[in-house]
């Protein structure tokens, strides 16, 4: 399956599901050719949509089936082609431009550019777990639904916010869709999972706008096969073991917890990640003593696989003052 953005008239392949409102584009799997309108694109851009769509199929005999999509109008079967290759996100259009540059040629310049976005989750209109969509939403807490869940993506965090009246289907697809965002950028991006009444980080960071920048050190990574691992790569990988073996032989040991415990549901689990009972009252740092809940951190536990379908991971957690990471039996 190919996919093109109609660009002044012209045909630009593009590798990520980023879909204007302002836009066309067209989905070819080679017997289907799909053209997906924007709601905000214009007259001449529609008419450029298929004037492409069918040289694209005479080009190859005109064997193809051409049909129109508009957007919120989609059919289960074009989901379902759209989630074979991953995330759909329906952005502004300032907002795609930033996303679709390409890395490739330097044109991507990451984090600098990079615009806090808010997206909807949710099931309602869809019948099939993977034919949901990320639908971008207004940057403010007005947007919140309880019968929803929402992603918000502000570059080296990103936040998951779960309505008190959301169902599982949300759930997981948000969490899918923010580490899926980490997975697409170079370095580590925080995440946090938040519940609808304990939503204090999530409701702080909305709070910021839209074009509140943590950090100038995030870069997007390129999606090339061609960029390998350099030297400089493997002595911070090399250095960075080190560093997190420091921390493990630093913490202290008890009779129900060791740095190569098994953690729930990964038994003879020896990933290095301290394992510990859970806590009664509030949470507290194993090495420290750091009790203040805004400096330490939760974020997903890709080594602690809980459900294998749909794919649920435990949590684990990160001391904001002395580093340490540990999860919780």
Request: charge should be negative.
């Amino acid at each position: 399956m190919k996919i093109y953005l109609v660009d002044k008239g012209e045909l630009k392949q593009i590798d990520k599901l980023v879909f204007s409102t302002g836009d066309v584009y067209l989905i070819d799997d080679e017997k289907t050719i799909f053209i997906w309108i924007g709601s905000k694109c214009s007259v001449d851009e529609k008419t450029s949509g298929a004037a492409q769509a069918r040289k694209l199929d005479q080009e190859r005999g005109g064997a193809a089936k051409i049909i129109t999509v508009d957007q919120n109008q989609e059919t289960a079967e074009f989901l379902k082609l759209i989630a074979s290759k991953g995330t759909m996100k329906i952005v502004e259009k300032n907002i795609a431009k930033t996303m679709l540059k390409d890395v490739m040629t330097g044109d991507f310049a990451g984090f600098t550019e990079h615009v806090n976005v808010l997206y909807r989750v949710s099931s309602e209109e869809f019948e099939d777990i993977n034919a949901m969509k990320m639908i971008q939403v207004p940057f403010s807490k007005d947007s919140l639904d309880s019968e929803d869940c929402f992603v918000l993506d502000m570059g080296t965090d990103v936040y998951v916010w779960q309505g008190n009246a959301c169902n599982v289907k949300e759930r997981v697809k948000s969490g899918q869709w923010a580490r899926q965002i980490d997975a697409d950028r170079a370095g580590e991006q925080n995440k946090t999972i938040c519940e609808e009444g304990d939503d204090a980080a999530f409701l702080s960071a909305l709070s910021k706008g839209e074009h509140y920048k943590e950090s100038d050190a995030v870069q997007l990574s390129a999606d090339s096969d061609l960029e390998k691992e350099s030297e400089m790569d493997k002595i911070a990988a090399s250095v960075h073991k080190e560093h997190e073996a420091t921390i493990s032989d630093a913490a202290p040991e008890t009779s129900e917890s060791s740095a190569s415990s098994a953690g729930p549901g990964i038994p003879g689990s020896s990933d290095g990640l301290l394992t510990i009972e859970k806590m009664e009252g509030r949470r507290r740092c194993p090495n420290c003593g750091n009790e203040n809940k805004s400096l330490i951190h939760e974020s997903v536990d890709k080594g602690n696989i809980i459900l294998d379908y749909p794919r649920m991971y435990g949590k684990k957690y990160k001391c904001g003052e002395c580093g340490q990471e540990w999860r919780e039996k």
